[in-house]
């Protein structure tokens, strides 16, 4: 339709999810979800209102996905139980795709991994940080609790977001990474640095500098800006090596509507820590370097795909960890764990005195897994650092890049990773 | 779909006016009633708006508007305020509200309009008010004046007639009735209560 009015990828994903050849940013729209992924952390809720209200079933199974990611090793007698009670629910409900304990492993990344999720898809998640899904071009709505009401109905109401546009240019300095990107982005749109509105805004990055991200990266991106209140994340086109065949439109028009738009240069960007208290306390690594560490975790949903552990194990030809520093390796998947095995890289991490967990979100879920201890302090990869995230609330918890964490668990304290980093 | 109840798409009440940037936490509802997940309307009606006006409580009457400038129900999203606010059928009108504080609100069945550029000065404290909700019209009674601001979209009116996003997906149960719960089926228990996987239903 040459005539047609101009859309951004937000559009097109949603006017394709309710039927439409058009829908406008402030349009309220029941889209339809190709997959509803829920995990373990709210499944019994989900049931529990749902059947308060009379339901006996949903009304599309084949749709449903549930994950297991937040309490992989059930590290309690409750968890024992949560995971059966998952397993009746899911016959009951003849959900159509389950991923028990120790399969699939993060729900945020295994569906990429697999070509469940592919570009130009709509889905509904639980979990927020399902934003993950633009790296690929794929639009995840988080709706949050409201997840009932799209397993009920088979959708949820939605008001098509405005677009906020930035276009990267050049390419990320040896040492740094999307993640800095991230925390930096993250900041300024806090401090209204770019004078846009961010709140229920999709992000769509492209220009030239997206070409120089790989998947991993582009996950990380799309992870690291998820928390400070925006509706999603979206690559305007997907990296080399994601499968486009037979996917619909879902690349913005050249003459797109978007609310705003600016350029961002990878090559100014250093690396960064975000502070303890959240994503968006962006601060210069160097300001920080020294602070002892307690704890350090490689993995979760933003940093948990092969490429990530790649780079962080070069960083450790010949280096230990520091006594006294726990740290921990999370594949985000239960394919990339098995990658890890078979090509040694888990062989270097062991080397260097790292302890290996399974598949999933490692201590970023509540701290039901490897928690950090009252006044100790992480660096992590982990989604998000408010307090109490990784266990005790008064535990203190940077956020830095994959390189960053393993030059810190190296040093056994916050340290550049640049000296480290082959060029 | 059966309307189960509650608030009327049009109302007429007495205005209590807000300015910018008011916060959910310490601002319509101290966040201590959140952390507690507190969700008795009757608990939470008398500290509506305590933290910024102490003598709101002891005068507010159901059917009043709340008017309110930029980014109302800032902050984290908690819902204790909106559900103090639908139990007394309140409206509001704001310039703008954060998505989620405004999926919160229309959740509890609160209506709302947003992007109400001049409501402060088209309603004082007190002034009594007639709002159309589906169409935006609004009537000033005290003033003998009247503006249009936009409507609610139809798809939050409808939530809105029945009650909330509960009332809503009763509805739904009462036009599908094959999703309805039968007999005979085993059960889970979840935090120490059993809940059957299956059982007679009970609907709102």
């Known amino acids: 339709m040459t005539n047609a009015a101009p859309m951004t990828a937000t559009q097109k994903i949603l006017a394709r999810a309710c039927q439409r050849s058009h829908v406008a940013p402030g349009e309220v729209i029941y889209p339809e979800p190709e997959w509803v992924i829920v995990h373990d952390g709210f499944v019994e809720t989900a049931y529990k209102e749902l059947h308060s209200l009379g339901?006996?079933?949903?009304?599309?199974?084949?749709?449903?996905?549930?994950?297991?990611?937040?309490?992989?090793?059930?590290?309690?007698?409750?968890?024992?139980?949560?995971?059966?009670?998952?397993?009746?629910?899911?016959?009951?409900?003849?959900?159509?795709?389950?991923?028990?304990?120790?399969?699939?492993?993060?729900?945020?990344?295994?569906?990429?991994?697999?070509g469940l999720v592919r570009p130009g898809m709509f889905l509904f998640a639980y979990d927020m940080h399902c934003t993950n899904f633009g790296a690929v071009g794929a639009l995840a709505m988080a709706a949050g609790t409201e997840v009932t009401a799209v397993l009920a109905t088979g959708s949820l109401w939605t008001r098509v977001p405005e677009t906020v546009r930035i276009d990267l240019q050049g390419q990320l300095p040896r040492g740094s990474h999307a993640r800095d990107v991230g925390f930096l982005l993250a900041h300024g749109f806090a401090q209204g640095r770019w004078g846009v509105e961010h709140d229920y805004r999709v992000i769509e990055f492209g220009g030239p500098g997206i070409d120089t991200l790989d998947l991993a990266s582009r996950v990380a991106l799309c992870n690291s800006i998820t928390e400070m209140g925006v509706a999603n994340v979206l690559f305007a086109t997907p990296p080399p090596g994601v499968d486009t065949h037979g996917a619909p439109d879902f690349i913005s028009d050249a003459n797109a509507p978007y609310e705003s738009r600016f350029d961002f240069d990878l090559g100014s960007v250093s690396p960064q820590v975000a502070l303890p208290g959240g994503p968006d306390r962006a601060e210069r690594l160097d300001k920080v370097l020294g602070q002892p560490i307690d704890h350090?975790?490689?993995?979760?949903?933003?940093?948990?795909?092969?490429?990530?552990?790649?780079?962080?194990?070069r960083l450790f030809q010949g280096q230990r960890v520091a006594d006294g520093v726990r740290f921990f390796v999370v594949p985000g998947t239960a394919q990339t764990a098995r990658r890890m095995a078979d090509d040694g890289l888990t062989q270097i991490f062991l080397d260097a005195g790292a302890i290996m967990l399974p598949p999933g979100c490692g201590p970023c879920a509540g701290g039901s897994m490897a928690p950090l201890g009252p006044a100790e302090v992480s660096i992590a990869t982990a989604?998000?650092?408010?307090?109490?995230?990784?266990?005790?609330?008064?535990?203190?918890?940077?956020?830095?890049?994959?390189?960053?964490?393993?030059?810190?668990?190296?040093?056994?304290?916050?340290?550049d990773p640049r000296p480290l980093t082959p060029a | 779909m059966k309307a189960s109840m509650t608030n009327p798409l049009t109302q007429r009440g007495r205005c209590h006016v807000f300015g910018d940037g008011i916060p959910l936490d310490e601002g319509v509802m101290a966040f201590k009633y959140a952390i507690g997940r507190i969700t008795d309307p009757e608990q939470l009606i008398p500290h509506l708006f305590e933290d910024i006006d102490p003598t709101f409580a002891a005068r507010v009457q159901p059917g009043d508007f709340v008017i309110a400038g930029r980014d109302f129900g800032c902050g984290k999203p908690h819902i204790q305020g909106f559900i103090a606010m639908a139990a007394l059928h309140m409206g509001v009108l704001c310039t703008s509200m954060p998505y989620k504080a405004m999926r919160g609100a229309i959740s509890k069945g609160l209506p709302v309009l947003t992007g109400c550029e001049g409501a402060a000065e088209f309603a004082r404290n007190g002034d009594d008010i007639e709002v159309n909700f589906a169409?935006?019209?609004?009537?000033?009674?005290?003033?003998?004046?009247?503006?249009?601001?936009?409507?609610?979209?139809?798809?939050l009116q409808d939530i809105i007639a029945h009650g909330g996003a509960q009332g809503q997906l009763a509805a739904w149960l009462d036009a599908h009735a094959e999703q309805r719960a039968g007999a005979g089926a085993p059960s889970v228990m979840i935090d120490g209560t059993t809940v059957h996987l299956v059982r007679k239903a009970v609907v709102a």
């Open chain 1, 55 to 114: 339901y006996g079933s949903i009304a599309h199974p084949e749709r449903v996905m549930f994950v297991t990611d937040h309490e992989v090793s059930y590290g309690s007698q409750r968890a024992v139980e949560r995971g059966r009670n998952i397993r009746q629910i899911a016959k009951a409900w003849k959900v159509g795709q389950v991923y028990d304990a120790g399969r699939g492993g993060h729900g945020h990344i295994f569906p990429m991994e697999q």
């Open chain 1, 296 to 313: 350090a975790t490689l993995g979760a949903c933003g940093s948990g795909m092969y490429q990530d552990f790649a780079d962080a194990a």
């Open chain 1, 383 to 415: 989604a998000t650092n408010h307090a109490g995230r990784f266990g005790a609330h008064d535990g203190q918890i940077y956020l830095g890049s994959p390189l960053t964490v393993a030059a810190s668990a190296i040093a056994g304290c916050l340290a």
């Open chain 2, 135 to 155: 169409t935006g019209q609004a009537i000033n009674h005290t003033q003998g004046t009247h503006k249009t601001f936009p409507a609610m979209p139809s798809v």
